[in-house]
């Protein structure tokens, strides 16, 4: 129980930590919210009206004074309102994190659906064919950015054959292409990785010791095997997770996705303070409980890491 | 697990995925639906607060008075008619059988408490407005400004002004607007559905709905039209321009109301010899920058205002000198290929930015042309161009780009560039002669004087130099002419979506 306290408490230092450098960070950089706000490129405004605007906004006060005022909204649990939409933040963030997560699943399943028989097969098989196209695709995937697979793929199937949408979010056929695009590319990371970890395991002592004892290869592989070769694919698993939950920005506007990289974006031009401190904070706190659920996860699969009995 | 099962495997998904993708409905076939692809997304359809205008541009929303797109004026909308009653209060007689899309009656009261909102939720309008008092008088709304200020009524242009129901929830999805269409669905950052509005004040919409849809990238635009997804896209990829034409499909170009102009900093440095802003004038190559920088979709700027403008004024002939004359006639001489006066070399600072991308290309061509002639350019990058001009003096010359008259008034541009106050005087422009013009500009009421006194004015800017004019950028608008009818691309860019348009199949 005190070991959760103490983990709670040092998680909750951290985040604060993380928000308030960006909160900072954010103020030291070029932009001005209220010029944004006054849309000063269309409308009048004299340097009166634009300092009485930013006092109204309270962005004359003290950055500490600021910060403040930012924790108080984040205990109404709205992490107050955008200042361009009006929005709660809270609200905007939640909309763009569920298309973001669709995206990152549909793009998650495809890497996985390449990467698992690709990556397992070249790892059993000694016949170069395999291996050499588990290569191929693995260096093509790493070799083309997934919004050139994009541009591609809507050439192919939307605008040629007219099979696919070029753009847009209407159910599963329009997260197609997307999800190709963000999955081929994944997929190159985990087809080596799930190959090299797969042979080491294969040839640790124990897997012989099984073999010799007459367990047949299937279950060497499914149960053994397989098991003791996925934590390091884990971990990379929950950075790729890590960095998802941030947004694709590209795939994002080129599918007119519109996910909370997108979202980000547009903030950050805008330089509407309370959506970037709310994305900084949820998604600091999505990173969090991703390594926490990893590290927990590995520790299943792999007790003796923890016994630091792993060689 | 064999070669032959890995690959039928992924086969086989893949397969799955792409006969699911067969089944998806090709909504911008069905009749009397059109679907139109915007360049901007909105995260909110709060008229009063979105800066992409989406809920007036897809018809959802109307003004009270609304711009002109033949003869650049302010015409009636929401409002009959107006008058000014002489304390800097204006009476604005409605519309009759005017409802919004709930089934509510619009009167006085409702447009009182849509500009109350407007300027309670946002503070540009609020400036913009620059309104004391609101009253309704029977069927009639009187409005008092602060100062007086003649070009309110053209200020009620602006978009965010826009009528709609207060007392209705759910404006940031579903805005009670009295246009010709209402909102169906939204869906943040995609798309509007919209349906035909049934009681519509003026003639009902043609189309029965209309798909209003959002992507930010103009090659992925480009190919929803290509791909029959969409009927029309704004500002397709310049490059497809020919490809669509040769697909058989309409490529629309319209001057537009914003003018790329050279801003110069004349309250220090080089550029406050009026001799030195005017060689730097010469050397613009314009019609250069229009063919190969814009590829032909602009027109050259002759002053901040396109001609077709009622108080665009006729620019007396030129004095035709070359930019070498002119620095001569500045004092300077040029020894080792270079510009100098008093032994000092001309060296000039140009800012520009990336969010138009134009600019950084035009400051480009300005410095090499400077080279030629011996004056040295060096281009700044900066991240937030009134912020920057605003606040540093470390710049001669910058490009940048403005909206001149988005609401049919020279009020706005004139005050805001070139009075002592105004929020976009980065040049630091302090001219007597020129703020008692603008001031005199500010307290006529009468629009043709207004307007002969907004020519006096950009000709005296134009005499002075005190920004040089390059061009007006076109947009361009792609659409299918043989399904599309009524489509007409506004130089205002405000309305999109009209109760016209219709589609034939």
Known sequence: ?311 | MSTYKTMSLIGSVFLGLTLAGCAASDKSQEQNHLTFVYNFATQSLDPHRDSSYVPLRAGVTETLVRLDDERLTVEPWLAKKWSYEGKRTWRIVLQKDVTFHNGKQLDAAAVKSSLERSIDENPGVKNALNIETIKTDGPDVLIQTKTTYPEFISELVNPNTAIIDTKASGVTKEPMGTGPFQVERFAPGTKVELKRFKSYWQERAKLDSVDFVFNEDAGARTNALRAGQADIVYRPEIESVKQLKSEGLTVQATDTFRVHQLTMNVANGPMQSLEVRRAMDALINRKQLVDHVLQGYAVQARGPFLSSFPFAPDYPQQEQKSPEEWLKQAGYTKQNGRMQKDGRPLKLTLLTYAARPDLPLIAQVIQDDAKKIGVTITIKQIDVPEEYMASNRDWDIATYSNLTAPRGDAGYYLNATYHPNGGLNFSRVADPKLTKQIETLNKTIQIEERSRLAEQIARYVDEKRYNSFLLHPSTLVAYDSKRVKGWKTEKSEYYMITNTLQVTD
């Open chain 1, 1 to 311: 129980m005190r070991s959760i306290v103490r983990r709670l408490l040092s998680l909750s230092l951290f985040t604060l930590l993380i928000t308030f450098s960006c909160f900072v960070l954010l103020r030291l950089l070029p932009g001005d919210p209220v010029l944004t706000l006054l849309n000063i490129d269309e409308l009048s405004a004299t340097p009166e009206q634009i300092e009485a605007a930013r006092r109204e906004l309270g962005y004359d006060q003290p950055l500490l004074v600021q910060y403040v005022r930012w924790l108080q909204d984040i205990l109404t649990l709205r992490l107050g309102n955008s200042l361009q939409t009006g929005r709660p933040v809270i609200e905007m963030l939640q909309e763009s994190y569920l298309v973001t997560a669709e995206l990152a699943l549909g793009g998650l399943t495809i890497a996985l659906l390449i990467a698992l028989p690709l990556g397992i097969g070249s790892a059993l098989t000694t016949r170069r064919s395999v291996v050499r196209l588990a290569h191929l695709v693995s260096m093509s995937g790493a070799a083309v950015p997934g919004f050139w697979i994009g541009l591609l793929l809507v050439d192919l199937f939307a605008v040629r054959f007219g099979w696919l949408p070029v753009m847009g979010r209407e159910g599963m056929t329009s997260l197609v292409l997307p999800a190709l695009s963000l999955g081929f590319p994944l997929a190159s990371v985990y087809i080596p990785l799930i190959r090299l970890n797969l042979r080491r395991e294969l040839n640790q002592p124990y897997i012989e010791l099984a073999r010799m004892r007459g367990i047949s290869e299937r279950t060497i592989l499914w149960r053994y095997a397989l098991r003791g070769s996925l934590p390091p694919v884990l971990s990379v698993f929950g950075l790729t997770l890590g960095s998802l939950a941030g947004g694709v920005v590209v795939l994002e506007v080129l599918f007119a996705y519109p996910g909370v990289g997108k979202l980000m974006v547009d903030a950050i031009l805008q330089r509407d303070y309370p959506l970037i401190q709310g994305y900084i904070l949820l998604t600091t706190g999505i990173i969090l409980v991703l390594h926490q659920g990893i590290r927990s996860l590995n520790r299943a699969l792999r007790p003796d890491w923890q016994k630091g009995k792993h060689a």
